[in-house]
């Protein structure tokens, strides 16, 4: 039933309508709170209609309706009902519509359903505008007492608190929706800026090296998915190669700056002067003079080279220690030997820090561990550490293995032990293969934020296009 006869408008319209949208309870479906109050309006007053109708630019829309009947949803704006009474910011009363000149021409008064009877209570919102009102309707006249108002503008006080109730709980979810959004979108920011900068911590890939198998894994356990973990094999000018593995103090961007800076110092220097040792020494004057305000920085490392690569069946190696734990040669023959250079101090902790050397020989079947302590403070099920004892046991079964195949097995058992969740792991192979063997070549940089074991791939192989490469 709609009528589109020209209705009065308030002066404040523009910002009333506004003030309606706010609410976003136009065309909403039947709701019990507000079937409540129409229900209780009728019973206290003994009208047959009650209704909670909302003031739309050319429609009253009711919100909850008794007595009406069904199919009703709303009646046009037309002056004399609830079109008039949101002009006043009192109660609006009529005692007998029929005779009265303000409802008269009405269509509900004339027409169906004969109302003779109408008092509105305003539905007004703390800023003062009249959303639409609370109505007891009769088709009988009647008179109106003062407790009567009083009571009819409560019905329509309640109606208000309920939609303000509404509005600041849908504005909260919105509003936590928003938050949770930003939550999850930082947290993606800062996971893709960790990957990036972890990659740039790390060889993108480890260089083919003649007569050698090489092979690496990178395991992050802490939850910034940055660790200080790193290692590195690159060539040197004069034919000799280069590697390291190392291990810096404490996690995160800070520990990531030392990485960075450890990394690329011990690559400088290899450069300028390959000798493990001056490689350590001039490693640890870098880090005294770069933190000296007290907040010690140091790291563990082993640096090596590697002689006669590809041109004998031997490979020299040459490895200095700093604090750093032992690596172990796997010979062809299943013997495993620590290869430890005894005396080595932390790096970076000392200015007089003392480093020691070893040497040894890789033979045709031999292979080089080197690794970080998430491998070797790893725990058995039954509570021991790798590292007591148990490793070099566990090694020797790998005999004879490729340096791919060395590297798949530890990520194996990385994978049934119990790791701290500040223990990262890296993994560096070097073996040379038996005589007639194929050699390969594999790096891997894994890091799992949920701290299981990572399938080893190549960091450059799954970069998406779009990341930058690692430095």
């Given at each position: 039933?709609?009528?589109?006869?020209?209705?009065?408008?308030?002066?404040?319209?523009?910002?009333?309508?506004?003030?309606?949208?706010r609410?976003?309870?136009?065309?909403?479906?039947?709701?019990?709170?507000?079937?409540?109050?129409?229900?209780?309006?009728?019973?206290?007053?003994?009208?047959?209609?009650?209704?909670?109708?909302?003031?739309?630019e050319?429609?009253?829309?009711?919100?909850?309706?008794?007595?009406l009947?069904?199919?009703?949803?709303?009646?046009?704006?037309?002056?004399?009902?609830?079109?008039?009474?949101?002009?006043?910011?009192?109660?609006?009363?009529?005692?007998?519509a029929?005779?009265?000149?303000?409802?008269?021409?009405?269509?509900?008064?004339?027409?169906?359903?004969?109302?003779?009877?109408?008092?509105a209570?305003?539905?007004?919102?703390?800023?003062?505008?009249?959303?639409?009102?609370?109505?007891?309707?009769?088709?009988?006249?009647?008179?109106?007492?003062?407790?009567d108002?009083?009571?009819?503008?409560?019905?329509?006080?309640?109606?208000?608190?309920?939609?303000?109730?509404?509005?600041?709980?849908?504005?909260?979810?919105a509003?936590?929706?928003?938050?949770?959004?930003?939550?999850?979108?930082?947290?993606?920011?800062?996971?893709?800026l960790?990957n990036?900068?972890?990659?740039?911590?790390l060889?993108?890939?480890?260089?083919?090296?003649?007569?050698?198998?090489?092979?690496?894994?990178?395991?992050?356990?802490s939850?910034d998915?940055?660790?200080?973990?790193?290692?590195?094999?690159?060539?040197?000018?004069?034919?000799?190669?280069?590697?390291?593995?190392?291990?810096?103090?404490?996690?995160?961007?800070?520990?990531?700056?030392l990485?960075?800076?450890?990394?690329?110092?011990?690559?400088?220097?290899?450069?300028?002067?390959?000798?493990p040792?001056?490689?350590?020494k001039?490693?640890?004057?870098?880090?005294?003079?770069?933190?000296?305000?007290?907040?010690?920085?140091?790291?563990?490392?082993l640096?090596?080279?590697?002689?006669?690569?590809?041109?004998?069946?031997?490979?020299?190696?040459?490895?200095?220690?700093?604090?750093?734990?032992?690596?172990?040669a796997i010979?062809?023959?299943?013997?495993?030997?620590?290869?430890?250079?005894?005396?080595?101090?932390?790096?970076?902790?000392?200015?007089?820090?003392?480093?020691?050397?070893?040497r040894?020989?890789?033979?045709?079947?031999?292979?080089?561990?080197l690794?970080?302590?998430?491998?070797?403070?790893?725990?058995?099920?039954?509570?021991?550490?790798?590292?007591?004892?148990?490793l070099?046991?566990?090694?020797?079964?790998?005999?004879?293995?490729?340096?791919?195949?060395?590297?798949?097995?530890?990520?194996?058992?990385?994978?049934?032990?119990?790791?701290?969740?500040?223990?990262?792991?890296?993994?560096?192979?070097?073996?040379?293969?038996?005589?007639?063997?194929?050699?390969?070549?594999?790096?891997?940089?894994?890091?799992?934020?949920?701290?299981?074991?990572?399938?080893?791939?190549s960091?450059?192989?799954?970069?998406?296009?779009?990341?930058?490469?690692?430095?």
């Amino acid at each position: 039933m709609i009528v589109t006869e020209q209705a009065l408008v308030p002066a404040d319209e523009e910002q009333r309508l506004a003030a309606v949208r706010r609410y976003a309870i136009l065309d909403t479906p039947p709701d019990g709170a507000f079937d409540r109050v129409t229900a209780l309006a009728a019973r206290l007053f003994g009208t047959p209609i009650a209704t909670v109708t909302i003031v739309d630019e050319d429609r009253i829309w009711f919100k909850a309706k008794r007595g009406l009947p069904d199919g009703v949803e709303q009646t046009g704006r037309v002056p004399g009902l609830c079109a008039s009474a949101i002009l006043h910011d009192t109660l609006y009363v009529v005692t007998d519509a029929l005779r009265d000149p303000r409802t008269a021409a009405n269509p509900l008064v004339h027409g169906e359903p004969g109302v003779r009877f109408y008092a509105a209570a305003p539905i007004t919102t703390h800023d003062g505008h009249r959303l639409g009102t609370v109505n007891i309707l009769d088709t009988r006249p009647r008179s109106f007492e003062e407790a009567d108002l009083a009571a009819l503008g409560d019905l329509a006080a309640i109606v208000m608190d309920e939609l303000e109730m509404r509005r600041s709980a849908t504005r909260t979810v919105a509003l936590e929706r928003e938050l949770r959004a930003r939550v999850e979108a930082e947290r993606a920011r800062l996971a893709r800026l960790a990957n990036t900068l972890q990659r740039t911590l790390l060889p993108p890939t480890l260089p083919e090296v003649p007569g050698l198998e090489v092979a690496a894994h990178y395991q992050i356990a802490s939850a910034d998915r940055v660790g200080g973990d790193f290692y590195d094999l690159f060539p040197l000018a004069d034919g000799r190669w280069a590697f390291f593995v190392g291990d810096v103090c404490g996690k995160g961007s800070r520990a990531a700056a030392l990485t960075s800076l450890t990394r690329y110092t011990l690559r400088a220097a290899a450069t300028y002067d390959p000798d493990p040792l001056e490689v350590l020494k001039n490693l640890n004057t870098v880090l005294q003079h770069e933190y000296q305000d007290g907040d010690a920085r140091y790291c563990t490392a082993l640096f090596g080279l590697l002689s006669g690569c590809g041109g004998q069946e031997e490979v020299e190696v040459t490895l200095a220690g700093g604090g750093h734990p032992p690596a172990y040669a796997i010979r062809g023959d299943g013997t495993v030997e620590s290869v430890h250079p005894a005396g080595g101090q932390l790096i970076g902790l000392l200015p007089d820090a003392q480093f020691a050397v070893t040497r040894l020989r890789l033979s045709p079947g031999d292979t080089l561990l080197l690794y970080t302590d998430g491998l070797s403070e790893a725990r058995t099920p039954d509570g021991a550490m790798l590292g007591e004892g148990h490793l070099p046991d566990l090694l020797s079964g790998l005999a004879g293995a490729s340096a791919p195949a060395v590297v798949a097995s530890l990520r194996d058992l990385l994978a049934q032990t119990v790791q701290s969740q500040s223990d990262d792991t890296a993994l560096l192979v070097l073996a040379v293969p038996a005589a007639g063997a194929a050699t390969t070549t594999t790096a891997t940089a894994a890091a799992a934020a949920d701290r299981s074991p990572a399938v080893d791939r190549s960091p450059a192989a799954d970069r998406s296009p779009d990341e930058p490469s690692p430095s």
